[in-house]
């Protein structure tokens, strides 16, 4: 299907038409101009912090390998050989001393650099022979990753975040839990679905008890206030909402920090809303407030002052998506001691499988040869940005300025 009529279908303020979700020469646009150009979150640091720890991320049949170099550095490095092209590790973490290619032998080094080609002629040029490396940068112990190796740099997303999210700490942080939730949906519902609450209150009643979002933004304004005049005495910033999906169309500088209040005597995301981990980094108490960020286009975070919840969604196919949640604690907190993992957990993980069940439901009613994109509601304008932002994308920068001029 012609992707530019499909997208010139695209009406304002309302749902995509079926073919984004449906079609696979779309899904490999989505793949090319997307997923092999944009920041992509792939892990946390502590996830490597020894010499020659790593740990695999694979995306539309590409695997990276990321790295942690004799310098500390740490390197994404693509996992095909150069010599006949084999993948080189195979576990999806460890640790080695050096890369070695089980097919020939072939040994990188840590930063990806030929060391050995075994009976290799005289005079065989090594240093063109090393691993592809690609565009790699740690914001505050996240790893992201671009395969492109023109892509906007990382520093629009650092300049805004950085500041506003320091007092976590999350450079320092400790993964408490990881967990992937499989959902058989094409990739953009599943994020259509993270950008709103405006199912919350049907969907979610465990989070709807505590969580502004769920409300109409009006309703909460009053209480955000309160939430913004404490931020200073806890050590947070008093800053509310920032938002940017898409700046003049580039891919790169998608960005949001956005705060809102939790209700009815909530410190935090749990079951009953108090505490269940030390607080962290610099936080120095509970402002009655809870944080959403975006960094890149599908890597999502909420803050609350004792933890933090990360999801990464990635491609899988057509219609499978993976969402890995992480979730993240203050550094010395200890498990059984400081929290309880099953405690932590509970609300993310009884709200994404009720989500991914939301999600596949839409899928399927999507798939209709019947289905007709219906109109956003203002409670679903974040998912609005993100369709602005998908559309512009998948134009291009030149297409999409055009249209702007004309
Ligand atoms: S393919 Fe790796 S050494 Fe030959
Ligand atoms: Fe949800």
Redesign the pocket.
């Known amino acids: 299907m012609e992707l530019k009529k499909v997208l010139d279908s695209w009406q304002h303020g309302h749902g995509l038409p079926r073919a984004v979700y449906q079609d696979p020469e779309i899904y490999e646009s989505d793949i090319r101009r997307i997923f092999l150009k944009s920041w992509q979150y792939v892990g946390h640091a502590s996830q490597i912090p020894q010499r020659g720890d790593y740990f695999l991320f694979e995306i539309a049949g590409e695997s990276v390998i990321l790295v942690r170099d004799g310098e500390g550095a740490v390197n994404a490095l693509l996992n095909v050989?150069r010599?006949?092209?084999?993948r080189?590790c195979d576990a999806p973490e460890g640790r080695e001393a050096r890369l070695t290619?089980k097919?020939?032998?072939?040994t990188y080094g840590l930063d990806g650099s030929l060391r050995a080609a075994g009976f290799s002629p005289e005079g065989m040029d090594k240093t063109r022979l090393g691993l592809k490396r690609l565009q790699v940068k740690v914001f505050q112990g996240l790893i992201f990753i671009n395969f492109d190796p023109d892509a906007v740099p990382f520093d629009a997303i650092e300049e805004d975040l950085g500041p506003l999210l320091a007092p976590w700490c999350l450079d320092r942080a400790k993964i408490a839990h990881r967990q992937n939730y499989p959902i058989a949906s094409n990739w953009k519902l599943s994020i259509e679905n993270y950008c709103e609450c405006y199912h919350c209150l049907a969907a979610h009643p465990e989070y709807s008890v505590g969580h502004g979002l769920a409300l109409p933004r009006k309703e909460c304004e009053v209480m955000l206030g309160q939430v913004l005049a404490r931020a200073d005495s806890v050590g947070l910033s008093r800053a509310g909402t920032l938002h940017s999906w898409l700046e003049a169309g580039v891919l790169g500088t998608e960005r949001s920090f956005d705060r809102y209040p939790l209700l009815r005597g909530h410190l935090t995301g749990s079951r009953d809303g108090k505490p269940v981990a030390p607080l962290m980094g610099t936080i120095t108490g509970y402002d009655g407030g809870a944080t959403d960020v975006h960094m890149g286009p599908t890597t999502f975070g909420l803050a609350y002052c004792d933890h933090v919840v990360l999801y990464r969604f990635t491609p899988r196919g057509l219609r499978n998506t993976d969402c890995e949640i992480t979730w993240l604690v203050n550094e010395s907190a200890i498990e059984g001691k400081d929290y309880d993992r099953a405690a932590l957990t509970w609300l993310w993980d009884v709200t994404t499988l009720a989500d991914k069940q939301i999600i596949e439901r839409n899928q399927a009613g999507v798939d209709s040869r019947f289905y007709e994109p219906g109109p956003l509601m203002p409670m679903e304008d974040f998912t609005h940005r993100f369709l602005e932002w998908y559309v512009a994308t998948m134009r291009g920068p030149a297409d999409s300025a055009k249209r702007r001029a004309g």
Not at 83 to 86: A, I, N, T
Not at 103 to 106: A, D, E, I, K, S
């Open positions: 050989c010599h006949r092209g084999s080189i290619c097919y020939h032998g072939w």
